[in-house]
């Protein structure tokens, strides 16, 4: 039977390295006052015994957890898991906060907060007392919630707020929503369009209306009128078929629609190929998100990506690095990008073959 190997522990570490734990320690959280020499001398140890550093010991040993709290909205996020319609929202997240935590040895958690709850602050209260996170990352709508920052302002734990662009605690940070619609709404002008509908998200989300006024500065730049051609969703599929129902049913219906979800875009789609136009023909379709369904789409779907794996590993970034200190200017900025797909083209283009 094969023996079972010891573990490396922060001792063998001080004995190769001929230094006291308290030295191995300082370096290991990374302290002031350990000199370069001694610093080089315990990583050496640490690379050559192979030692990973316990979690649990390091947050014994000092005022640092090396956790970083990500929480998302609780009912939407498991209305979609159940729905299972291919949204990569929380996988995106995870990937880019994750991947940067671990540059850094530290961890990101992931937690879900009902935000609408009246007990919000007894939910985000326990999840602080359970992990004491070095930093947390809310995403909309827990961003804007002054509840939930007024409760990290007052543990003083550093925070990032994505979707947000309000004064106040915390680092506001966003994904260049209003400058994504105007990309969009000037793509589908040099195209020809000259009508071009807008679908816009939920209002509880500020980004809905940056988005609806980046379509609006879009066309007045242009000269381009937009007047009835804005219709509010939800950023769910049947709010999707409304909103195109109406917009189609215009006496002057838009040539293009730009719509601020994947899944109202994959609405307005079907709506139209039911109502017997043809895309991108009859109807040019952009939408947001960018998700892993657009491509498998007949025609895909041209869309807005969202940059959430870089705004996440932007945001532990900050959080790590710039801990208690302000992050100058606000609000930071990630600019998402436009991928061109089958679904845009100038007005009476026939489908590609």
């Known amino acids: 039977m094969a023996r079972r190997r010891q573990a490396v522990t922060i001792k063998h570490v001080a004995a190769d390295a001929g230094v006291s734990l308290q030295t191995v320690s300082r370096v290991i959280n990374n302290e002031p006052n350990v000199r370069p020499a001694m610093k080089d001398r315990v990583q050496a140890s640490i690379d050559k015994l192979g030692y990973v550093p316990s979690i649990a010991a390091q947050r014994m040993s000092g005022s640092r957890s ?38 850094y040895g530290y961890r990101m958690i992931f937690e879900l907060v009902d935000t609408h709850s009246d007990h919000v602050e007894r939910e985000l209260g326990a999840a602080i007392a359970a992990l004491q996170p070095d930093g947390v990352i809310l995403t909309p709508p827990h961003s804007e919630n002054p509840l939930i920052t007024g409760l990290l302002a007052e543990h003083g734990i550093p925070f990032a707020r994505i979707g947000s662009k309000a004064s106040g605690p915390g680092i506001a940070m966003t994904m260049g929503d209003e400058a994504s619609a105007r990309l969009a709404t000037d793509y589908l002008i040099k195209l020809g369009h000259r009508r071009i509908g807008f679908i816009a998200g939920p209002e509880e989300y ?20 937009y007047d009835g051609l804005c219709v509010r969703g939800d950023f769910g599929y049947d709010s999707g078929v409304a909103a195109t129902e109406a917009l189609l049913g215009r006496a002057e219906p838009p040539t293009a629609i730009i719509a601020s979800s994947d899944q109202m875009t994959l609405a307005a789609l079907d709506t139209a190929i039911k109502q017997g136009l043809s895309v991108p023909r009859d109807l040019s379709l952009i939408s947001f998100d960018n998700t892993p369904v657009v491509r498998f789409t007949n025609p895909q779907l041209t869309a807005i990506d969202q940059p959430i794996a870089a705004t996440f590993s932007k945001a532990v ?37």
Not at 318 to 334: G, W
């Open 66 to 103: 090396y956790l970083i709290l990500a929480i998302n909205d609780r009912d939407r996020t498991i209305a979609d898991w159940r729905a299972r319609q291919g949204g990569d929202w929380v996988d995106q997240m995870l990937l880019g906060g994750m991947l940067k935590a671990s540059e």
């Open 317 to 353: 970034e900050l959080l790590i690095e710039h801990a208690n200190e302000t992050v100058e200017p606000q609000p930071v900025r990630v600019e998402g990008s436009l991928i061109e797909r089958g679904s845009t083209a100038p007005p009476g283009t026939e489908p590609r073959a």
């Open 206 to 225: 500020s980004l809905s209306d940056w988005r609806k006024t980046g379509w609006k500065l879009a066309m007045e730049a242009a000269g381009l009128p």
